[in-house]
């Protein structure tokens, strides 16, 4: 049947085309069918709704599905009933408890990313993989279709390095000075990272507060094949464009079952040949202890291994944030302090040196750390760095206090003296948002004092920076409630009383 | 925020409401984001989509949701971003694979049955449930929700009687005959059915050729009150209107964890002390074997005994059709002439007397079986079914041959002797759609021949009915082409040849 296409100007998030009654009732089909519409040689799917402000023979179109055909009021279209697809018997195989091989989940990632399945039946599918469990050669596979369905940088080098780690620390700027203390050592480092999901700044954001990152997979390839590395946003890039639409699926569950696919197919798609996977583990983070943080490291070289991207893990200490500064602007002055030696943060030095080291290691280097940090006191990664941001269209020239932050600020006081007993990360990231971050870069945290340390009494224990007064207030009183800071004198041993069982909303989700 | 309510005339499925850009900025929502709308003293939820058509301080709502708040153009209506659901925290407990108590498993159906979940967050639910099973307790809490959010009969007896089949079998006319020999008998027996999913034609189908079945509960009470049984639609009843929303979540999928919850909550809502489950078994049916069908007897019964139910079971031969016609004209014909003792069909008079001779022997009556044939053969079933038929507004004298059936028919004839050795359920089920049915209650089959008949060369094996000639050859290519009915002669041994391995989609659910 030939319709007329006309844009509705609606935007839905989903695939969305309208008919009236009478057309609908024609073609026979009915709200929620899946329809098949051909226009100038190409097929697109979309989900029917029905209108009767809709004129007969006319078809409507959102916004984002009239943009995706390229399509013009007026133009004739073709539609039809659409067929189940393959992947949703896929889908209904996994449904059963049976496990896939390649082509069913490439069926699967590839009708994802071209939105061709709905919302509830990718939901079927998360849930599914995360109830029944996935062996690690689906898990290959997944990563597989996931690198074939995106972009990809060509290198040509033989050996390329990458880190990744699972996130959960506030304040964690450790890739800032990673990837130049190994880019100067001469080792390949294309880097691209997320921004925040749940915390408050993600290391696409902080970087971003010092260069463009916005950069697609043939300028990336150009800045690498010139300084050696780059820190890019993901996004930009479109490495593995299903990690998007799988993560906006299990974040609303708090599930992930596709979290090691999603990883490992953004570093094979890269080209690694080498990674190292930085854990932060404390109470208050993703991973709590060792044991979780060895079996986590172990699934992520099984399926290195099958990917041909060898894999060393890194277990780090994650009580408390990194450095004193969370958020990205903040966090960016700070990283640009350490690295030109004006203002160390020792334990984000430490880190830092840590984790180029194993990856220098990895290359054949003996002394991994020393070597990095010989590279940081000469400069080098300094050095490195301002290159870069050059090559991404930065100020190479930046200074620390070139960067604006929040221009209204609240601090928390101590009441009493004592000592730094304990942080809660969770919400000291979660108070982060509440102040504005990460949308706005120049809100968040900045903490006086670390785990241990004696505080006097009145003394200033952190400050809330935000644009808006009253949003540093709310976050203030966000982490008071919840003991986001905890200061005590002696013996206290009662923890927590539990007086009834709740659960608690995980405020978590691994970075990816 | 203060927005004036547009009815859009869009329908959609889904609880959808709409904000241009501009409006959306202000209350700070996004597209897809939850809101809640407050309109004369009533809240509801919605799901936000941006609209540029829209004009500022205006909410656009779809045709279902201003019918629901019962809405006019210009009314003034509050909104705000609604926060997380408490049903949508449960949800995330059961993803966990955790255990629901009351409390949780009825804020999700409550939140269900007034629109307040999302499509995907039903999926992920009912996937979870799936995958991680439900334990007895769970299922008990789920019956006993879905009861409290629908409409429940009164009867004031103290013992009332009820029977279920889980379907499969094309031609299952037995309710038809069980209800007004039960009835007959001086015992309680409210029937509430489904009408067709998969199949043919549900005994809501059947029994509307005979009299109207869109009942309310009230009307329900009134007719039972006089004539001891009904044969009603459940959808008009309410019962359990969770159900409705559940299976359109399970089915495209092909999975049903809520299954037995959903058909014991009906039973419960008209007030069930006692009933019969019949389970047809057969190769081609959805239970293939008797080991199958007592498990799933004995699930029954666990669960009715948590509810206060008292379940027997009962496992019918399911090979082939019951009685010779498929689909609702010629199966309420069928029916008719056999309570009428006209024309019987054995196997249909013997399931029937067998499943009311259950129920009887409930109630205390020995020998259940042979008084359910005196009391059909002395005429009291038919009278009993012409008494309901007029209470529920049919007309009372009606004849077999006053039900019309499709005016075109299609015949298959045997291409040599042999024996009648095998149909297939689903073939004939799906073949019976093909020509119309279940909306065009007119279509369907008859056939000629059953198990073990002789069949002569050229004789009719079956014959299709449809008012669309067209229709009923595409069903019979269909019977022929997927080996619907098996004529063979001696030895041969070979039943399919397994090329490639494949999966079959199923064609069945289990009716509820």
Chains 1, 2 share one sequence.
């Not at 100007?9 to 989903?14: D, P, Q, Y």
């Not at 996994?94 to 699967?108: A, E, F, H």
Request: charged share 30%; aromatic share 4%.
């Amino acid at each position: 049947m030939n319709f007329k296409i006309k844009n509705l100007e609606i935007e839905t998030g989903a695939r969305i085309a309208m008919l009236n009654e009478e057309s609908a009732n024609i073609i026979g089909a009915h709200p929620g069918d899946r329809l098949e519409i051909k226009l100038k040689g190409r097929t697109s799917t979309a989900i029917l709704n029905i209108a009767n402000f809709i004129k007969n023979s006319t078809l409507g179109l959102t916004r984002e599905l009239t943009e995706e055909l390229n399509a013009k009021d007026g133009d004739e279209c073709d539609i039809d009933l659409a067929k189940q697809p393959n992947s949703l018997i896929a889908i209904k195989e996994k449904l059963n408890g049976r496990r896939l091989d390649y082509k069913q989940v490439y069926s699967i990632i590839k009708d994802a990313v071209d939105g061709r399945l709905e919302k509830d039946e990718l939901t079927a599918f998360v849930v599914a993989l995360h109830s029944f469990g996935i062996n690690l050669e689906e898990a290959a596979y997944i990563s597989e279709a996931m690198v074939e369905t995106g972009e990809k940088l060509n290198l040509k080098k033989k050996r390329i390095f990458d880190k990744h780690s699972i996130g959960g620390v506030p304040g964690d700027k450790t890739t800032l000075l990673v990837v130049p203390i190994v880019a100067a050592a001469g080792l390949t480092i294309p880097k691209t990272s997320s921004r925040a999901i749940t915390s408050a700044a993600g290391t696409a954001d902080r970087a971003e507060v010092l260069m463009p990152v916005n950069l697609d997979a043939r300028e990336l390839e150009k800045i690498v094949n010139k300084t050696n590395g780059c820190i890019a946003w993901d996004g930009a890039v479109h490495l593995a464009p299903a990690d998007d639409i799988f993560i906006k699926i299990e974040y609303p569950f708090s599930i992930d079952p596709l979290l090691l696919p999603s990883i490992m197919s953004k570093k094979k798609a890269v080209g690694a040949t080498e990674m190292v996977l930085d854990v932060p583990t404390g109470e208050t983070v993703k991973v709590r202890n060792k044991t979780e943080a060895e079996l986590l490291i172990k699934d992520f070289m099984e399926l290195g291994s099958k990917l041909g991207i060898h894999v060393n893990g890194a277990i780090t200490f994650g009580e408390q944030p990194i450095g004193h500064a969370i958020g990205a602007a903040l966090e960016a002055r700070e990283a640009l302090a350490t690295i030109m030696r004006k203002n160390v943060e020792e334990d984000l030095l430490d880190k830092a040196t840590s984790i180029a080291g194993i990856l220098l290691e990895m290359a054949g280097k003996s002394d991994g750390k020393r070597l990095a940090k010989e590279i940081f006191n000469k400069g080098l990664a300094e050095k490195k760095l301002r290159e870069i941001i050059e090559e991404q269209g930065g100020n190479a020239k930046i200074m620390p206090e070139d960067i604006e932050i929040g221009s209204y600020s609240e601090s928390l006081v101590a009441e009493r003296e004592g000592r730094l007993m304990k942080f809660d990360n969770s919400v000291l990231a979660y108070a982060a948002r509440i102040a504005g971050a990460p949308s706005n870069k120049k809100a968040g945290i900045l903490i006086n004092k670390k785990l241990g340390e004696n505080v006097a009494e009145g003394e200033t224990l952190l400050t809330i920076y935000s644009d808006i007064p009253a949003k540093a207030k709310e976050a203030m009183n966000y982490i008071v409630r919840n003991d986001g800071i905890i200061v005590a004198k002696g013996n206290n041993m009662l923890i927590k009383k539990i007086i009834e069982e709740k659960v608690k909303p995980s405020r978590f989700i691994f970075e990816r």
